[in-house]
Every structure is written in C-alpha cells, then in structure tokens.
C-alpha cells in the first residue's frame, strides 16, 4: 500500500476517534444537568410526602380542637340536665346533648380516617426518603464514572495528538492539503473505503477505471462524487486444508 494513503486512513481513524471523545466531553453539562434533574426530582418527592404528612397532622389537630368544643358543650348540657325543671326544657337540652354527641362521632370518624391516612402517608415520607439516598448513591457511582471516563478521554486526547503529529510529520505536503480541504469540508471524514465499485460514504458508484485504481491502493484516488480518498480493503484469501 502507498505509504502516504495508509498515513491517511491511520490519521482518519485518529481524527475520527478524536472527534467522538470532544463530543462526549461536550456532552458532559448536559449529563451533570440530567443527573441533577433525577435528585432534583427525588427530593421534590420527599418534600411532597412531608408536605402532606404536615397537612394531615395540622388537620387532625384542628379535628382535636372542634372535638374538645363539643366535648365541653356536652360536658356543659349534662349539667343543665341535672338542673331542668320542665318537660320541655328537658327534651330541649337531651336535643342538645344528641347534637354534641353525634358531632363528636362525626369528628371521631374524621380522626380515625386522618389516622389510617398518616399511617400511609408516614410510610411514602419514609420510602421517598430512602429513594433519595439511592438516588444520591446512583448519582455519586454515575459522576465517579463520568469523571473516570473524563480522564480518560482526555488522555486519550492527548495520544492521538502525539500520533497525529507523528503522521503528519511524516506525510507529503500535498497531500495532507488534500486531507485538510476535504475533511473540513466533509464533516471530519476525508477517507473513505471503496467497496464492490461504490463509496461506502456517499454511496455514489465509481468508474470501473477509478475502482481499479482504488484496489491497487498505489496512489492517492479521490472518489468522483464526495472527493474523499479512496482505499481499498482486500478480503484474506480462505485458508487451504491439507488432505
């Protein structure tokens, strides 16, 4: 194979892996941002459930308060009954006391019902808070990740850099101009490998004579269509079995 076309599918793969690691270094605010979204989401969670186990225990005491009134009223209608002189003002104040009573059990229901509530309300503060911390575990093992991974692909940054600068140095001017105009113009891909007659990039077919150039792989051949520079991968023969 020329040297310089290999150069070139050896700077391709580096250019192209270097470009995959700026983009997921790129992507890293929006990563911090999703984590930061799912805690965020989680604590809103528990700050809902204490917000309605509050508001049932502030009901409930209310409930307490309207049971007191009435328990004293009844309290206070039992003993003008021991007082009443007449029928009517008999029947009057056990109207009283049947109205007290049967207000306190309204409220007694109320209790039991705000009660059993708490109860369930008490166990979802309880879950949502252990989501958090699972939540906040999932997150910190996620960030350790990301940071793990930042390192990472800068280091392998910092390779590629190095082996680029090798490449290049070692390339006809010429010719890396050809890579650098295509590639700027063609997102990043200046190489392409040809396949049964066809740019596997634009998928344009090529002139029988250009193909054959490409196979040979002697030279720097740009496809027709996408100006890429072409090169040819030759299958491996089948291995022969011995009788």
Do not use: W
């Not at 006391?97 to 059990?105: N, V």
């Not at 890396?176 to 344009?204: K, M, N, P, Q, Y």
């Not at 029988?208 to 030279?219: G, K």
């Amino acid at each position: 194979m020329n040297a310089d076309l290999e150069r070139l599918i050896a700077l391709q793969r580096l250019d192209s892996a270097a470009d995959a690691a700026r983009r997921r270094l790129a992507e890293e605010p929006e990563r911090e941002k999703a984590l930061e979204t799912r805690l965020e989401t989680a604590r809103h969670r528990v700050a809902h459930a204490k917000e309605q186990l509050t508001a049932n225990q502030t009901a409930r005491r209310e409930i307490e308060k309207e049971i007191a009134v009435h328990q004293g009223r009844l309290s206070k209608y039992r003993e003008q009954a021991m007082a009443v002189k007449t029928n009517v003002e008999f029947h009057a104040i056990q109207k009283e006391i049947g109205h007290a009573q049967s207000e306190i059990k309204t409220h007694e229901d109320k209790m039991l019902e705000h009660m059993l509530e708490a109860d369930d309300l008490t166990a979802a503060a309880k879950k949502a808070e252990a989501d958090l911390t699972a939540e906040q575990n999932a997150v910190n093992a996620d960030r350790k990740a990301m940071s793990a991974e930042h390192a990472e692909l800068q280091a392998s940054l910092e390779k590629a850099a190095a082996e680029r600068a090798g490449l290049v140095a070692a390339m006809d001017r010429q010719t890396l101009a050809i890579f650098e105009l295509v590639s700027s113009r063609r997102h990043g891909v200046a190489v392409a490998e040809a396949r049964d007659g066809i740019c596997t990039i634009c998928h344009v077919r090529l002139r029988p004579q250009v193909f054959n150039n490409v196979r040979r792989n002697e030279e720097i051949v740009q496809c027709d269509s996408c100006n890429r520079i072409l090169y040819f991968v030759r299958t491996p023969a089948p291995a022969t079995q011995n009788p």
